[in-house]
């Protein structure tokens, strides 16, 4: 059996930007709709989802 190896937080990067403009955009409402759903419960959970929503709007409005 051959050895695999896995490069643990490895990305690829999007070659096509229509396609990164609608991963960002559907990682953006996902966290948008988690931080909705976990709300009081989980304050530090959805205030980390609602940063990286944050973060990810601001990257779709550098490509726009």
Do not use: D, H, W
């Not at 937080?9 to 759903?37: C, D, H, W």
């Amino acid at each position: 059996m051959k050895n695999q190896y896995c490069k643990v937080g490895a990305t690829t990067p999007l070659t096509n930007e229509k396609n990164m403009v609608s991963l960002l955009e559907r990682r953006y409402n996902s966290f948008i709709e988690m931080a909705a759903q976990i709300g009081n419960s989980n304050t530090k959970l959805a205030e980390f989802l609602q940063v990286k929503a944050t973060k990810t709007r601001k990257t779709l409005e550098k490509l726009a």
